[in-house]
C-alpha cells in the first residue's frame, strides 16, 4: 500500500485499535493464472495468548482467524504461503462545499490497515474450537453482550469439521490515515463538523478519528 508520509498512522497503537475495532477482515492470497487470486472477508483477532508489545512496528504479531472449508480458498490456501490482510476503518466522503474555498477538489477520508504475512494452517479439531471460542470472546467483548457460549459448545463441536482455522504470523504492516492533514486546520475543522452533524455513525466515527490527531 502506497501510503504518503503525511498520511501515516501517528502510532503503532493506531494500527491495533482499527483492526480490532475493524476485525472483518479482507483476506488476499495468490491463486493461479486460471483461477487468479482469492480473496475472502473474515474475522481475524489477536491470538488472546499473545502478552506482547509491538516495538514500533506490527512484525511477529501472532493473529487468529477461520473460514468455511468449502471456501475454494480454503483448498488454495498453503502452510506457509504469504497473504495480504486488509482492515478497513472509518470512511467518508469530503464535498469541497465544506471547504467554503475555490478552487477545490474534492476527496474521500478513509482509515486502513494492510498486514503481511505468513499462514499456518490449523489442522486440529480442538485447536480450531479454541480458535472459534476466542474468537466469539472477542467480539462479544468488544461488540456484543458478554454472551456466555457454554452451553452451546456442543453446537460448536458439530459444525468446527466444517471450520477452516489458520495463524498468521505478520511480517509487517502498513497504516493509512488519511484524514486531512494536508489541509489548514480551519478547514480541518469544517471537515469535522460536516462529519460530525450528519447523524451517521461511520462518519461520527471519522470525525472523532481527526479531532484526535488534531
Same mark, same amino acid.
Given at each position: 500500500?502506497?501510503?504518503?508520509?503525511? $498520511?501515516?498512522?501517528? &502510532? +503503532?497503537?493506531?494500527?491495533?485499535?482499527?483492526? #480490532?475495532?475493524?476485525? !472483518?477482515?479482507?483476506?488476499?492470497?495468490?491463486?493461479?493464472?486460471?483461477?487468479?487470486?482469492?480473496?475472502?472477508?473474515?474475522? %481475524?483477532?489477536?491470538?488472546?495468548?499473545?502478552?506482547? !508489545?509491538?516495538?514500533?512496528?506490527?512484525?511477529? /504479531?501472532?493473529?487468529?482467524?477461520?473460514?468455511?472449508?468449502?471456501?475454494?480458498?480454503?483448498?488454495?490456501?498453503?502452510?506457509?504461503?504469504?497473504?495480504?490482510?486488509?482492515?478497513?476503518?472509518?470512511?467518508? $466522503? +469530503?464535498?469541497?462545499?465544506?471547504?467554503?474555498?475555490?478552487?477545490?477538489?474534492?476527496?474521500?477520508?478513509?482509515?486502513?490497515?494492510? +498486514?503481511?504475512? %505468513?499462514?499456518?494452517?490449523?489442522?486440529?479439531?480442538?485447536?480450531?474450537?479454541?480458535?472459534?471460542?476466542?474468537?466469539? *470472546?472477542? !467480539?462479544? @467483548?468488544?461488540?456484543?453482550?458478554?454472551? &456466555?457460549?457454554?452451553?452451546?459448545?456442543? $453446537?460448536?463441536? @458439530?459444525?468446527?469439521?466444517? /471450520?477452516?482455522?489458520?495463524? %498468521?504470523? /505478520?511480517? #509487517?504492516?502498513?497504516?493509512?490515515? @488519511?484524514?486531512? *492533514?494536508?489541509? #489548514?486546520?480551519?478547514? #480541518?475543522?469544517? /471537515?469535522? *463538523?460536516?462529519?460530525?452533524? =450528519?447523524?451517521?455513525? =461511520?462518519?461520527?466515527?471519522?470525525? &472523532?478519528?481527526?479531532? =484526535? !490527531?488534531?
Amino acid at each position: 500500500m502506497f501510503v504518503p508520509s503525511n $498520511y501515516r498512522e501517528p &502510532d +503503532v497503537s493506531w494500527m491495533l485499535d482499527l483492526m #480490532r475495532g475493524n476485525p !472483518l477482515a479482507l483476506m488476499a492470497s495468490n491463486g493461479t493464472p486460471t483461477d487468479g487470486p482469492f480473496a475472502t472477508h473474515l474475522p %481475524v483477532i489477536t491470538d488472546p495468548q499473545w502478552e506482547g !508489545l509491538p516495538a514500533g512496528n506490527l512484525a511477529d /504479531v501472532p493473529l487468529l482467524g477461520h473460514m468455511n472449508r468449502a471456501n475454494p480458498h480454503w483448498a488454495a490456501l498453503n502452510t506457509g504461503a504469504a497473504i495480504l490482510l486488509t482492515f478497513t476503518g472509518p470512511h467518508a $466522503y +469530503v464535498s469541497p462545499t465544506v471547504y467554503d474555498i475555490t478552487p477545490a477538489a474534492p476527496t474521500w477520508n478513509f482509515t486502513s490497515v494492510h +498486514v503481511h504475512g %505468513v499462514v499456518e494452517k490449523i489442522e486440529s479439531t480442538e485447536e480450531t474450537l479454541g480458535v472459534v471460542q476466542a474468537t466469539v *470472546q472477542a !467480539l462479544e @467483548k468488544e461488540f456484543g453482550d458478554s454472551w &456466555d457460549m457454554s452451553e452451546s459448545i456442543g $453446537y460448536f463441536r @458439530k459444525i468446527v469439521p466444517g /471450520v477452516g482455522a489458520f495463524r %498468521v504470523r /505478520v511480517t #509487517r504492516a502498513e497504516g493509512m490515515f @488519511k484524514l486531512s *492533514q494536508e489541509q #489548514r486546520p480551519e478547514i #480541518r475543522e469544517r /471537515v469535522v *463538523q460536516s462529519f460530525a452533524g =450528519r447523524g451517521c455513525t =461511520r462518519h461520527a466515527q471519522t470525525a &472523532d478519528l481527526m479531532n =484526535r !490527531l488534531s
